[in-house]
Structure formats: structure tokens, C-alpha cells
Nanobody
Framework: QVQLVESGGGLVQAGGSLGLSCAAS????????MGWYRQAPGKQRELVAG???????NSADSVKGRFTISRDNAKNMVYLQMNSLKPEDTAVYYC???????????????WGQGTQVTVSS
């Protein structure tokens, strides 16, 4: 019923920039939190940055000053602009959203399929 579809990502040299986009579609009443997580090989999935429906943001210390999260509530989209990329930013990046589909249901957690970001040194 609800899908999160990411786009962007790819291979970039250290110091470069990439942008990620995520579109939520389906039966959506409201979207609370939207965010980006990442998971590197052998590591746990971690929150990169999140944004509330009101626009409040938070981000991991490791990306502060380099990554910027934003969202378009009218389009049900969230974006992640990544600048000054480092090899340690290499990971699969997942879009995440907490979405309510009807007045009769509670908000549930949804995930995108993930997109690979590789930063070469």
C-alpha cells in the first residue's frame, strides 16, 4: 500500500557531492518523521539525518556540516544533499518514514529498498 522509492546515489570521489531523493507513494494520510539511515558492511544501520513534518532536523555528528536533509510535504518527498563526502560515508542508504494511512490506523514505520553510495579515496 505504501512504497518508499529512493533515487540518486552512486560512485563519487572523496570530497565530491551526491544527492539522494525518496518519494513516498500509496495510501498516505500523513507522514510524521522522514529520514535517512545507512548501513556499511559489517556495521549496524545508523541514523544519518531526520526531519519532522514541521521541519525540525537532526543528524549524526559524523555528517554535521556536510549533509543536509530537507523534505517537500506536498510531494511526500525527502532529500539528502551530501557534500564533502568521505570514504567512511560508503554505505547503503535507506529512506525511512513513519506514515499513517488512515484515521483508523496508527502510524507505521516504512523503509525504502536502499541505494548504494560509494566514496573512493
Amino acid at each position: 500500500q505504501v512504497q518508499l522509492v529512493e533515487s540518486g546515489g552512486g560512485l563519487v570521489q572523496a570530497g565530491g557531492s551526491l544527492g539522494l531523493s525518496c518519494a513516498a507513494s500509496g495510501r498516505i494520510l500523513s507522514i510524521n518523521f522522514m529520514g535517512w539511515y545507512r548501513q556499511a558492511p559489517g556495521k549496524q544501520r545508523e541514523l544519518v539525518a531526520g526531519i519532522s513534518s514541521g521541519g525540525s532536523t537532526n543528524s549524526a555528528d559524523s555528517v554535521k556540516g556536510r549533509f543536509t536533509i530537507s523534505r517537500d510535504n506536498a510531494k511526500n518527498m525527502v532529500y539528502l544533499q551530501m557534500n564533502s563526502l568521505k570514504p567512511e560515508d560508503t554505505a547503503v542508504y535507506y529512506c525511512n518514514a513513519i506514515i499513517r494511512t488512515s484515521w483508523a490506523s496508527t502510524a507505521l514505520n516504512y523503509w525504502g529498498q536502499g541505494t548504494q553510495v560509494t566514496v573512493s579515496s
